[in-house]
Every structure is written in structure tokens, then in C-alpha cells.
Nanobody, 115 residues
Framework: QVRLTESGGGLVQAGGSLKLSCAASGNFFSAYAMGWYRQAPGKQRELVARISTTSNTNYADSVKGRFAISRDNAKKMIYLQMNDLKPEDTAVYYC?????????WGQGTQVTVSS
């Protein structure tokens, strides 16, 4: 089992940048596929980016070229670098870990982009 804690959210103007971090506790972190999801008010939670155990990455079309996900297995951390932020990126961002069919979530961090 892994416990996930996000940080780095906040208020930023459109065109600005933020870097989210997710700290994991527990064993076998390197064996977890990790990802970032987001949920805006009144909308379903959606995948933003994910990174496999071998560091292959996938992105939602809406963030390609602007966001970058990375992981540091030694520190048990994943990151989401968000550039050129847009008001439509406003949401609660959740860290996710997946292994052997089990899913784990952090508590979320709010990102608000003002126009």
C-alpha cells in the first residue's frame, strides 16, 4: 500500500507556471504506475498525465506540450510541471498510484488560474 500527499497548488495568472509534487510513503514505489488527475467543479475527474514504471509518459491532449510529468524513485516523488497555464486548467489535482489492480489517491491540491 502507498500513501500519497500532494503539494504545490495555488493561484496563478494565465500564462504562468506551477510545479506540483506528490510524496509517496510505503514500499515498492518504483513498481507503481503513477499519474495526475484533475477534477473541476461540476465535472468528472480526468486523467492529466501518467508515467509508467519504466518512465514512459502519456498526456491528455489538452495539456500536451505544456505539462510534464516526472518521477524520482529514490525520493519516492512524482512531479507535474505545468507551463502556460490557462483558466480551464483550474481544478483540484490528484496524485494517483496503481499497482496490481489497486488504486491509491492523494487528498488533492487546488490549482486556480485567473484570466
Amino acid at each position: 500500500q502507498v500513501r500519497l500527499t500532494e503539494s504545490g497548488g495555488g493561484l496563478v495568472q494565465a500564462g504562468g507556471s506551477l510545479k506540483l509534487s506528490c510524496a509517496a510513503s510505503g514500499n515498492f514505489f518504483s513498481a507503481y504506475a503513477m499519474g495526475w488527475y484533475r477534477q473541476a467543479p461540476g465535472k468528472q475527474r480526468e486523467l492529466v498525465a501518467r508515467i509508467s514504471t519504466t518512465s514512459n509518459t502519456n498526456y491528455a491532449d489538452s495539456v500536451k506540450g505544456r505539462f510534464a510529468i516526472s518521477r524520482d524513485n529514490a525520493k519516492k516523488m512524482i512531479y507535474l510541471q505545468m507551463n502556460d497555464l490557462k483558466p480551464e486548467d483550474t481544478a483540484v489535482y490528484y496524485c494517483n498510484g496503481q499497482r496490481l489492480g489497486d488504486f491509491y489517491w492523494g487528498q488533492g491540491t487546488q490549482v486556480t488560474v485567473s484570466s
